[in-house]
């Protein structure tokens, strides 16, 4: 279930993250908006993660993870902005890092 929590959170994350590009410095209602509710929900849904037993350097670690990841292809995908291959690169060294701490921590 914390897991699922963390998914949901990083959802929010993402989304609200994608929406203040959208809300053009918070001059257009809706994204403002979900900015704020989506930033809202993501931290509480990561609290109940915490809560149920997730570690806080494991559940920061996939958060930020999947959320640059996942910002990343939105910027690409919704917005058009472009996505080099360097970036690519390093988004998986993100994503490396975390499975390294991830794994790490289950042997300890």
Same mark, same amino acid.
């Given at each position: 279930?914390?897991?699922?929590?963390?998914?949901?959170?990083?959802?929010?994350?993402?989304?609200?993250?994608?929406?203040?590009?959208?809300?053009?410095?918070?001059?257009?209602? $809706?994204?403002?908006?979900?900015?704020?509710?989506?930033?809202?929900?993501?931290?509480?849904? +990561?609290?109940?993660?915490?809560?149920?037993?997730?570690?806080?350097?494991?559940?920061?670690?996939?958060?930020?993870?999947?959320?640059?990841?996942?910002?990343?292809?939105?910027?690409?995908? +919704? +917005?058009?902005?472009?996505?080099?291959? $360097?970036? $690519?690169?390093?988004?998986?060294?993100?994503?490396?890092?975390?499975?390294?701490?991830?794994?790490?921590?289950?042997?300890?």
């Amino acid at each position: 279930m914390a897991y699922v929590l963390l998914a949901l959170a990083i959802t929010c994350e993402v989304a609200a993250t994608v929406s203040l590009k959208l809300s053009a410095g918070f001059t257009r209602l $809706v994204p403002s908006v979900v900015v704020v509710v989506g930033y809202l929900a993501a931290f509480a849904l +990561l609290s109940q993660a915490l809560t149920r037993g997730l570690g806080i350097g494991v559940a920061y670690g996939l958060w930020a993870a999947a959320g640059v990841a996942l910002v990343a292809i939105a910027g690409t995908v +919704l +917005l058009g902005e472009s996505l080099t291959w $360097v970036q $690519v690169g390093g988004i998986g060294l993100v994503i490396a890092g975390v499975l390294a701490l991830e794994l790490g921590g289950r042997t300890a």
